[in-house]
């Protein structure tokens, strides 16, 4: 399988870290996003919305769609799951995979894409809205740091896919210096354990 990456954006290290996670071997292709590779005719066939990452299996079949993608990865893995196996573990884990995504991670995508105006020349950046998206990052975590305080990992005593999300976005977010200071002892002990494995070098 082939994955279309690129190092710096969160989505496609979500991927790279399940595949390090589940010890899955994969070939890349990174594409320069400021440069527009992703808005060429050959990568849009691949993935119409012309985004990374997209995931080309060995049949052909083009995956696209972060948590797409990485459910098919823990469900053709043999290693444990990073999406929980019975129904209300699985609820418990989509439940804050969703939170993080759209309360962090996107949060996050938008004030870097609104204040950088790194994609102006396919968007119209409109910088308060950044701002505003930086500030909604910020209220998300009084409500992580608490439920961190009673869990070893965000979804509960299992470590999930929620725990990559949330860190992919939070490292993301410090381009446009939107940090998680030390008034989060629960996020900063996480954080510590998130840098001990070795997925979070993917
Ligand atoms: N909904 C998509 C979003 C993917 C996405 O936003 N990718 C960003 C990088 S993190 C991208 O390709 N940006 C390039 C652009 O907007 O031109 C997913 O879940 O994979």
Not at 35 to 40: S, T, V
Not at 154 to 183: L, N, P, Y
Request: hydrophobic share 40%; proline share 6%; glycine share 4%.
């Amino acid at each position: 399988m082939k994955l279309y990456d690129n190092p710096h954006a969160p989505n496609p290290r979500r991927v790279r870290m399940v595949l390090a996670e589940k010890g899955i071997t994969y070939d890349r292709e990174e594409l320069d996003l400021g440069a527009g590779d992703n808005l060429k005719e050959e990568f849009c066939a691949k993935n119409p919305f012309a985004k990374v990452p997209v995931l080309e299996l060995d049949d052909g079949l083009c995956l696209s769609e972060t948590p797409a993608i990485c459910r098919y990865l823990d469900e053709v893995s043999d290693e444990g799951s990073l999406f929980g196996t019975t129904p209300k573990e699985r609820a418990i884990i989509d439940m804050w995979e969703h939170r993080m995504e759209s309360m962090v991670l996107y949060p996050a995508l938008f004030a870097f894409q609104h204040i950088t105006g790194f994609f102006k020349d396919r968007m119209t950046p409109v910088e308060d809205f950044g701002k505003e998206s930086a500030k909604n990052f910020m209220k998300s975590l009084p409500v992580l740091d608490a439920q961190l305080a009673n869990n070893e990992w965000i979804a509960g005593s299992q470590f999930s896919i929620a725990d990559i999300t949330a860190i992919c976005a939070i490292d993301f977010a410090r381009i446009v210096k939107v940090r998680v200071g030390d008034e989060y002892p629960n996020i900063q002990r996480w954080y510590a354990a998130m840098k001990e494995r070795p997925s979070y070098a993917a």
